[in-house]
């Protein structure tokens, strides 16, 4: 599942909408939604963002957030090291090789380091 299906899923038990209604009002398939949900499509066009935040009546920095949630699911991710030092290479593929075995803690915490390394850098520059 990616962060844009979780939510997805939250905002139409909120509402008490089904799959079904919910794709029949924004025009594609049930299927399609199921896909979106469960981490089997990748991340949606901004048109279909629209739709989505139009039809659940989400506005500003709600569909701001929304729209960064879609920008964060895709699931089939590509990383390119080329052009960084060897290191970088290391990681992406330990990454990859290892990612399905990572325990939920564990990816909490690497996205922690990467976010306060990433303000750091900000910070020093």
């Known amino acids: 599942m990616t962060p844009f299906g979780e939510e997805m899923i939250r905002l139409r038990a909120e509402r008490g909408v089904t799959q079904k209604q919910m794709a029949q009002a924004l025009n ?22 629209q739709r989505v935040a139009g039809y659940f009546h989400i506005i500003w920095d709600e569909a701001d957030a929304l729209f960064a949630l ?21 990681l992406a593929n330990l990454l990859a090789a290892r990612i399905r075995h990572l325990p939920d803690q564990t990816v909490v915490d690497i996205t922690q380091l990467l976010d306060n390394a990433q303000k750091g850098a900000k910070d020093s520059s």
Not at 28 to 49: I, K
Not at 83 to 90: E, K, M, N, R, S
Request: net charge neutral.
């Open 28 to 49: 594609v398939s049930a299927a399609y939604l199921s896909a979106l949900e469960h981490g089997r499509r990748g991340t949606p066009s901004f048109d279909f963002l």
């Open 70 to 90: 879609a920008a964060q699911s895709n699931p089939r991710v590509t990383v390119d090291t080329s052009g960084l030092p060897p290191g970088h290479t290391i």
